[in-house]
Nanobody, 127 residues
Framework: VQLQASGGGMVQTGGSLRLSCATS????????VAWFRQAPGKEREPVSC????????YYTASTKGRFTISSDNEKKTFYLEGHWLSPDDTAVYYC?????????????????????WGRGTQVTVSS
């Protein structure tokens, strides 16, 4: 299993980002995939997940409404769009995958430890 995140960079406050995560080595429809982020000096936190089979999506209280997760099953790639960004969104963003459907099935998805991880991509929001 491989996951490769890309699309990070510098963004101004109020701006937008679009990250991509290219995957390989597994059948996309049998997995759930997600984005996490880790800000300097902080714990890694969940951002959003999407189920590969039915497209169900979940967010957290802090990301709902500003971030959108989506996927292109044919390309085996999933995306994260963020809008109205602030310096608090500065972090390394990671994509992850897991074969357990439960890991993106309810709001409790934020509790689960995903099995497969890609290298992160840095997003810096300047004030």
């Amino acid at each position: 299993v491989q996951l490769q995140a890309s699309g990070g960079g510098m963004v101004q406050t109020g701006g937008s980002l679009r990250l991509s995560c290219a995957t390989s080595g597994f059948k996309f429809e049998n997995y759930v995939v997600a984005w996490f982020r880790q800000a300097p000096g902080k714990e890694r936190e969940p951002v959003s997940c999407i189920s590969g089979d039915d497209g169900a999506t979940y967010y957290t209280a802090s990301t709902k409404g500003r971030f959108t997760i989506s996927s292109d099953n044919e390309k085996k790639t999933f995306y994260l769009e963020g809008h109205w960004l602030s310096p608090d969104d500065t972090a390394v963003y990671y994509c992850a995958a897991d074969p357990r459907h439960l890991f993106c099935y309810s709001e409790r998805w934020i509790q689960y430890k995903y099995k497969e991880w890609g290298r992160g991509t840095q997003v810096t929001v300047s004030s």
